[in-house]
């Protein structure tokens, strides 16, 4: 079994910039593909990115493609979340999730680890 914890999350102004982290304990991280989600207040759980488990390649959804990039350090067992040309759209609380499966992740159709999440909050 994984745990995750998400970090870095905060106050930015619209523009700016942040990097969350996703770190792993119990297992190592490098045996899952690892996904990205958000829910703003009165809105439902949303796709942001995943990574495949040897970071070969990453998916993206349309609303953050250009501005979003993911990465993972498999050594440290994290995954980043860069985050550029923030919108106040952006707001709100980031999760990372992690499967064996990209897929899995993807749609979430058997995605059993999460962590508890970081408010990023971008004011306009």
């Known amino acids: 079994q994984v745990q995750l914890v998400e970090s870095g999350g905060g106050l930015v102004q619209a523009g700016g910039s942040l990097r969350l982290s996703c770190a792993a304990s119990?297992?190592?991280?490098?045996?899952?593909?690892v996904g990205w989600f958000r829910q703003a207040p009165g809105k439902e759980r949303e796709f942001v990115g995943a990574i495949t488990r040897g970071g070969g390649s990453t998916d993206y959804a349309d609303s953050v493609k250009g501005r979003f990039t993911i990465s993972r350090d498999n050594a440290k067992n994290t995954v980043f979340l860069q985050m550029n040309s923030l919108k106040h759209e952006d707001t709100a609380v980031y999760y990372c999730?992690?499967?064996?499966?990209?897929?899995?992740?993807?749609?979430?159709?058997?995605?059993?680890?999460w962590g508890p999440g970081t408010q990023v909050t971008v004011s306009s």
């Open positions: 119990g297992r190592t991280l490098s045996t899952y593909a």
């Open positions: 999730a992690a499967d064996g499966s990209m897929f899995n992740v993807r749609y979430r159709t058997g995605t059993n680890y």
